[in-house]
RNA sequence: GGUCGCGUAGCUCAAUUGGUUAGAGCGCCGCCCUGUCACGGCGGAGGUUGCGAGUUCGAGCCUCGUCGCGACCGCCA
């Protein structure tokens, strides 16, 4: 038995009253009556009031909040009265025999039971940070749900296997991080920004099922649901078509909610594809927790008075809407507000009207026929008191546009209460039917949607050389409440397939193609199973499991929005040593 | 890189139109207190209002710059 301790701060119950414990943890609170001392003795588990008589042991005055002491002492039932049936521990205290105090704590740099403190102060001193309950119970939480994940893919045959976090550049996508070679003067690994060509190159050896928590990095900017190395649960399979992964993973979520939420999830999840989300949110990853749907009025103003949406009909483009129930008293700044985001998100303007004391208000809709209205009316399903906003362009930046807004609209409509997003409901989906390329603009070539290694669907193949966006991939999202958990696909498996995507549709020369993924390709080559995968967000998953706003809310230390670690202080500067045998020279900025 | 927001005591926040010596609660320090659990009572310490300029008789408040933090956009195959 520890010296430590007999029992932990959440154990004992009226059963242990007259039993002689010794508890050991942090001192959470004191209350100090002079003549009798009460402290509330913290561990991982729980609070355990223990009860001192400072002329026996006169050290109890001085405790202060984070000592860490050690307790022997006598449970009793708690006086008549005095229960607390807050606490879990609340019907008895240990009426205290010895003390010992371990060790003393500096003065706290803020009340460790404050939730509302700087961000900067908590990173700066994570370590009291993470004594927190909720912080304990966040990062318990995480490691249920990995155990959860471990034990569901252990038992479908997965083996997990590490891959190297040195591993070679690939300027595709995001910026990555660099690491110089000493051996190598001038030469750099990469940092992985996820191990997508050695699950693959792994399907290839013949292992069938990988797996791994594995932890990826970016050198990109940060946001609350962004760290520049952040963990996937990372997997990949042989001879599945989707179906077999959407089986998988859904047993995988299944497990995940029951073990951490004890919620039985439904499924399977409903699949949606790319166009159909696309259509009626306006997003490849929907939340459909709330209605507000996009709704198509192209063929009711093909011959509109008003120019802007016969105009774009014309030019083949699409007139849709949104119905934002309840805004019709919307402020003129709330509309420009609105009508900024609708210009960020490439819209020229934006139409609305507001239904307010029976009457239609807008600045167009004067031009509209009574036909049109009446369209309006019935597939908007307007009533009074509803404020409809419209977009005109061509369908994707459209659908985009409307999408954007929606979303928007959802959070304003929810603070002001007139819009309902039911808690504790689980809207997962996938949405599969991505176009495998799209054009880009800027560059005048095509450019993988997600990654260059997703298999076409095979009725599409033909179409690759031909008119490569029309072409869908094998690719899937797994989207929660409208936040993208995961995405994956089937790979493409034959060698003269990938080849061309690379140069025949991507257009990546030849020799960079194959000093960039020839080792790939030869690969597939030496007879390369059909395999996909999936890499789901393990940080966003655990935020959402723990109803925390940001993934730095279920990561032990993480950094703050400028990358940085505010505790240990990095990055930090190298010695010129270690830059000499780098053969590096840092260029300090101006200033 | 851009837009917006924030920055006042250790923490969370006040401070009327620009006007006296910048306040409160918690925490901290000292004394008192045997049933508290947001313990209570009395007393005390604690401030370059992020920093620097400017406007003004006078700036926590207005202006400009700068630094820090956050959210979002760009970016994230």
Request: hydrophobic share 40%.
């Given at each position: 038995?520890?010296?430590?301790?007999?029992?932990?701060?959440?154990?004992?119950?009226?059963?242990?009253?007259?039993?002689?414990?010794?508890?050991?943890?942090?001192?959470?609170?004191?209350?100090?009556?002079?003549?009798?001392?009460?402290?509330?003795?913290?561990?991982?588990?729980?609070?355990?009031?223990?009860?001192?008589?400072?002329?026996?042991?006169?050290?109890?005055?001085?405790?202060?909040?984070?000592?860490?002491?050690?307790?022997?002492?006598?449970?009793?039932?708690?006086?008549?009265?005095?229960?607390?049936?807050?606490?879990?521990?609340?019907?008895?205290?240990?009426?205290?025999?010895?003390?010992?105090?371990?060790?003393?704590?500096?003065?706290?740099?803020?009340?460790?039971?404050?939730?509302?403190?700087?961000?900067?102060?908590?990173?700066?001193?994570?370590?009291?940070?993470?004594?927190?309950?909720?912080?304990?119970?966040?990062?318990?939480?995480?490691?249920?749900?990995?155990?959860?994940?471990?034990?569901?893919?252990?038992?479908?045959?997965?083996?997990?296997?590490?891959?190297?976090?040195?591993?070679?550049?690939?300027?595709?996508?995001?910026?990555?991080?660099?690491?110089?070679?000493?051996?190598?003067?001038?030469?750099?690994?990469?940092?992985?920004?996820?191990?997508?060509?050695?699950?693959?190159?792994?399907?290839?050896?013949?292992?069938?099922?990988?797996?791994?928590?594995?932890?990826?990095?970016?050198?990109?900017?940060?946001?609350?649901?962004?760290?520049?190395?952040?963990?996937?649960?990372?997997?990949?399979?042989?001879?599945?078509?989707?179906?077999?992964?959407?089986?998988?993973?859904?047993?995988?979520?299944?497990?995940?909610?029951?073990?951490?939420?004890?919620?039985?999830?439904?499924?399977?999840?409903?699949?949606?594809?790319?166009?159909?989300?696309?259509?009626?949110?306006?997003?490849?990853?929907?939340?459909?927790?709330?209605?507000?749907?996009?709704?198509?009025?192209?063929?009711?103003?093909?011959?509109?008075?008003?120019?802007?949406?016969?105009?774009?009909?014309?030019?083949?483009?699409?007139?849709?809407?949104?119905?934002a129930?309840?805004f019709?008293?919307a402020?003129?700044?709330q509309i420009d507000l609105l009508t900024e985001h609708a210009?960020?998100?490439?819209?020229?303007?934006l139409?609305w009207?507001?239904?307010?004391?029976?009457?239609?208000?807008?600045?167009?809709?004067?031009?509209?026929?009574?036909?049109?209205?009446?369209?309006?009316?019935?597939?908007?399903?307007?009533?009074?008191?509803?404020l409809?906003l419209?977009?005109?362009?061509?369908?994707?930046?459209?659908?985009?546009?409307?999408?954007?807004l929606?979303?928007i609209l959802?959070?304003i409509?929810?603070?002001?209460?007139?819009?309902?997003?039911?808690?504790?409901?689980?809207?997962?989906?996938?949405?599969?039917?991505?176009?495998?390329?799209?054009?880009?603009?800027?560059?005048?070539?095509?450019?993988?949607?997600?990654?260059?290694?997703?298999?076409?669907?095979?009725?599409?193949?033909?179409?690759?050389?031909?008119?490569?966006?029309?072409?869908?991939?094998?690719?899937?999202?797994?989207?929660?409440?409208?936040?993208?958990?995961?995405?994956?696909?089937?790979?493409?498996?034959?060698?003269?397939?990938?080849?061309?995507?690379?140069?025949?549709?991507?257009?990546?020369?030849?020799?960079?193609?194959?000093?960039?993924?020839?080792?790939?390709?030869?690969?597939?080559?030496?007879?390369?199973?059909?395999?996909?995968?999936?890499?789901?967000?393990?940080?966003?998953?655990?935020?959402?499991?723990?109803?925390?706003?940001?993934?730095?809310?279920?990561?032990?230390?993480?950094?703050?929005?400028?990358?940085?670690?505010?505790?240990?202080?990095?990055?930090?500067?190298?010695?010129?040593?270690?830059?000499?045998?780098?053969?590096?020279?840092?260029?300090?900025?101006?200033?």
């Amino acid at each position: 038995m520890s010296t430590y301790r007999t029992h932990h701060c959440a154990e004992l119950r009226l059963s242990h009253a007259g039993s002689e414990v010794t508890l050991s943890g942090w001192v959470a609170s004191r209350r100090d009556h002079g003549g009798l001392v009460f402290v509330d003795l913290r561990d991982r588990e729980g609070l355990t009031q223990v009860v001192f008589d400072p002329q026996n042991l006169p050290g109890s005055h001085d405790l202060r909040s984070e000592d860490v002491v050690r307790v022997r002492g006598k449970v009793a039932a708690r006086p008549e009265g005095t229960a607390n049936p807050k606490l879990a521990t609340g019907e008895i205290e240990v009426h205290a025999l010895t003390l010992d105090v371990l060790n003393r704590s500096e003065t706290p740099p803020w009340p460790l039971d404050e939730e509302n403190v700087n961000e900067d102060l908590r990173l700066q001193y994570r370590y009291l940070d993470l004594r927190r309950p909720r912080m304990t119970r966040h990062l318990r939480l995480r490691h249920a749900v990995a155990s959860a994940v471990r034990a569901h893919l252990d038992g479908e045959g997965f083996v997990e296997i590490e891959t190297p976090m040195l591993f070679k550049s690939t300027p595709e996508g995001a910026r990555e991080y660099l690491v110089p070679s000493r051996v190598h003067p001038g030469l750099f690994y990469a940092l992985p920004q996820s191990p997508q060509q050695f699950k693959q190159l792994l399907m290839v050896a013949g292992i069938e099922r990988y797996y791994q928590m594995a932890r990826c990095f970016r050198d990109e900017d940060l946001r609350a649901d962004r760290q520049p190395e952040f963990t996937q649960i990372d997997l990949e399979m042989s001879f599945i078509e989707r179906e077999d992964l959407y089986r998988l993973v859904e047993g995988m979520m299944r497990r995940v909610w029951k073990t951490a939420l004890g919620v039985d999830l439904a499924i399977p999840f409903p699949r949606l594809s790319f166009r159909e989300a696309m259509d009626t949110f306006g997003s490849d990853k929907p939340d459909r927790r709330f209605a507000m749907r996009l709704v198509d009025l192209t063929d009711a103003f093909r011959a509109s008075a008003f120019k802007v949406f016969a105009g774009a009909v014309a030019a083949g483009g699409v007139v849709k809407a949104i119905n934002a129930k309840g805004f019709a008293d919307a402020t003129q700044g709330q509309i420009d507000l609105l009508t900024e985001h609708a210009k960020a998100a490439g819209a020229k303007g934006l139409a609305w009207i507001k239904v307010e004391g029976g009457a239609w208000k807008s600045p167009i809709v004067k031009f509209f026929s009574d036909a049109e209205k009446a369209a309006l009316a019935e597939r908007l399903a307007v009533e009074e008191g509803d404020l409809i906003l419209f977009a005109a362009d061509a369908w994707a930046p459209a659908c985009d546009v409307l999408g954007k807004l929606r979303t928007i609209l959802a959070e304003i409509l929810r603070k002001l209460g007139k819009l309902r997003i039911p808690e504790n409901t689980w809207d997962f989906l996938w949405v599969v039917d991505f176009p495998l390329m799209t054009f880009d603009r800027d560059s005048q070539r095509h450019v993988s949607t997600h990654h260059p290694f997703t298999a076409p669907v095979p009725e599409d193949v033909p179409l690759l050389k031909t008119d490569p966006t029309k072409v869908r991939g094998q690719h899937y999202d797994l989207v929660l409440n409208g936040v993208e958990l995961g995405g994956g696909s089937i790979r493409i498996h034959q060698p003269e397939v990938q080849r061309m995507v690379f140069e025949d549709v991507l257009k990546i020369p030849k020799e960079i193609a194959d000093s960039r993924f020839g080792y790939l390709v030869k690969a597939l080559s030496f007879g390369a199973p059909p395999h996909g995968g999936i890499a789901v967000g393990f940080d966003r998953l655990c935020a959402i499991l723990c109803g925390a706003e940001s993934i730095r809310e279920v990561i032990a230390f993480p950094k703050n929005a400028k990358a940085q670690d505010l505790m240990t202080n990095s990055p930090g500067e190298a010695e010129p040593r270690q830059l000499r045998d780098l053969r590096i020279q840092a260029a300090k900025p101006q200033g």
